[in-house]
């Protein structure tokens, strides 16, 4: 099979269903590319014909991949000139023929299509957009659409908005501008196909059309593309995680460290037993616990980064910015209680990225009294994802499922 990611075989057992696909060893394409040596406009060439060719045999079987995107496009192993695989047909339809119908809305956002964005019905077409946004990052390293505001993104790809700046695309030839001005036209009965983009000259004839040019620019601009979306791709795994979090911490310390207000709350730690190299993490996670639980604002400011990142019940489904939204909590949550609430911190797990990056992930029960004299409980499931800057540790994401904040009348 072409280019794709071949499934072997599915085993059911229990209520779970496992597919078993060919191991692909080589990492991510994008990855690959910002190690090499030497990367031109002819390889970006070569990387675009790999992929559109899985499209291309994809869509002759009648399958839609909707989420084409550099995390999906693998090597075949850690060869020089492995072959792409594409990868992660989870979000995949089967169509008839040139068949084009409503079938949800499915994707990433800065590989969406205008069609599937104004919420029209849709087709092959969609692989094809993708794959002029893929094509456009290959040759200057950054995306054609960017905004950090969704809204303002989705309404740049509904009006295709984009072009080709200086200095970095005078150095690219018009006949991949071209290919890529087909691919990203938002007609889609006009915009061209997989079969005949394989056709286009850019392609087709790249010995004698693509430059050979070294795009050093290109490379550094895509390590940092790189950066950014493996950081997205962290905060959403943590959001993901801590949505079926479940505790497997297996071992536990000793007694629980008991921390008193003069409010009468208090917050209890289960504290896992730690790997030797996670040790150093038991006193920064008491401190962040500790100060969240007391209500010590002034603390917590000094453990986050200015701009921290936060997804939580409060923020009613919204990705907030920043330390405000938290400061009116941090206030009135702990001005205006003056009846006891617990909190348990359950299950603890650090998991260590590299030097410079940790994710820690507990439970938070909080006992409390409500309006009515009740005693409740309340559950959340959080994550918080550190940063090392200037040698010092910082929180720059935060994430909370379950109940909202409790706030005792």
């Known amino acids: 099979m072409p280019q794709v990611a071949k ?8 209520g779970h269903h496992y597919l078993i696909f060919d191991l692909v060893t080589g990492g991510e394409l994008f990855e690959d590319i910002v190690a090499r040596e030497y990367y031109s406009e002819a390889d970006a060439s070569h990387c675009i014909q790999q992929i559109l060719e899985a499209v291309l045999h994809c869509h002759q079987m009648g399958v ?26 989870g979000l995949a339809i089967e169509v008839e023929g040139d068949q084009q119908a409503w079938f949800g809305f ?16 849709y087709g092959k077409a969609v692989d ?32 295709g908005a984009y072009d080709f700046p200086s200095p970095e695309w005078d150095t690219v030839t018009p006949e991949a501008k071209d290919l890529i ?18 056709k286009h000259p850019w392609i087709s004839h790249r010995a004698t059309v693509a430059s ?41 310390g000793s007694s629980p460290c008991l921390t008193k207000r003069k409010s009468s709350s208090s917050v209890q730690l289960m504290v896992c037993r730690l790997h030797r190299s996670k040790e150093p993490w038991r006193n920064t996670f008491h401190a962040s616990a500790g100060t969240v639980c007391n209500g010590d604002f002034e603390s917590y400011t000094k453990m986050c980064d200015p701009g921290m990142t936060a997804f939580e019940p409060e923020a009613l ?60 409980t309340a559950q959340s499931e959080e994550t918080r994802i550190w940063h090392r800057r200037d040698g010092k540790w910082q929180i720059v994401h935060f994430h909370r499922s379950g109940a909202p904040s409790v706030l005792p009348q």
């Open 212 to 252: 050979c040019m070294h795009r050093q620019e290109t490379v550094d601009c895509l390590k940092k593309f790189n950066a950014r979306r493996k950081l997205k791709g962290a905060i959403l795994t943590t959001m993901l995680a801590t949505r079926n979090f479940s505790g497997r911490c297996r071992l536990w």
């Open 181 to 198: 001005n087909k691919m990203l036209t938002i007609n889609p009965s006009k915009r061209i196909t997989a079969a005949e983009a394989l």
């Open 106 to 121: 499915a994707g990433t956002p800065g590989y969406l299509s205008p069609e599937v964005l104004r919420k029209d019905p």
């Open 128 to 159: 094809l957009w993708a794959c002029g946004v893929i094509l456009y990052i290959l040759l200057v390293g950054y995306p054609p659409f960017w905004d950090e505001d969704q809204h303002r993104l989705y309404q740049q790809i509904k009006a």
């Open 317 to 376: 489904g919204n990705l907030v910015e920043g330390l405000d939204f938290h400061r009116f909590y941090f206030e009135n949550l702990w001005s205006r209680n003056s009846k006891p609430v617990h909190t348990t911190i359950l299950n603890p797990h650090i998991h260590l990225m590299g030097d410079e990056s940790a994710c820690i992930a507990y439970i938070r029960i909080t006992q409390y009294v409500d309006a009515g004299g009740i005693p409740r």
């Open 64 to 89: 839609v991949h909707r989420d084409l995107k550099p995390e999906n496009l693998l090597l075949a192993s850690k060869l020089k000139g492995a072959a792409v695989k594409l990868a992660d047909f």
């Open 7 to 14: 499934g072997r075989s599915s085993i059911s057992e229990e």
